[in-house]
């Protein structure tokens, strides 16, 4: 099994900044990609931004030129540094992260969801 761990939620004030980690371990034989996405209350699970094995990257068009993914040397621990932070963006955010485990089985983890809260 892919476990997730997640760290790095919190109540900011409006402008703020915080930083999101997710750290992956287990049967891991290759990631394809990794990604964090969140939920609001009453809204759908949203992809905020994504990274890819390559490196590209993909950014939901609300956080884009705010919020920055990115990974460790290791490629199995993916950051979402969040600068410029609005109370819309008040969500469980979660980690995704896909790829293949040592079995060669794909596998889709989610982490466990963290609560990011930005007050006005």
């Known amino acids: 099994q892919v476990q997730l761990v997640e760290s790095g939620g919190g109540l900011v004030q409006a402008g703020g900044s915080l930083r999101l980690s997710c750290a992956a371990s287990?049967?891991?034989?290759?990631?394809?990609?990794m990604g964090w996405y969140r939920q609001a209350p009453g809204k759908q699970r949203e992809l905020v931004a994504a990274?890819?094995?390559?490196?590209?990257?993909n950014y939901a068009g609300s956080v884009k030129g705010r919020f920055t993914i990115s990974r460790d040397n290791a490629k199995t621990t993916v950051y979402l540094q969040m600068n410029s932070l609005k109370p819309e963006d008040t969500a469980v955010y979660y980690c995704?992260?896909?790829?293949?485990?040592?079995?060669?089985?794909?596998?889709?983890?989610w982490g466990q969801g963290t609560q990011v809260t930005v007050s006005s």
């Open positions: 995704n992260v896909q790829g293949l485990t040592t079995r060669r089985t794909e596998y889709a983890s």
């Open positions: 990274i890819a094995s390559g490196g590209s990257t």
């Open positions: 287990g049967i891991i034989f290759s990631i394809s990609a």
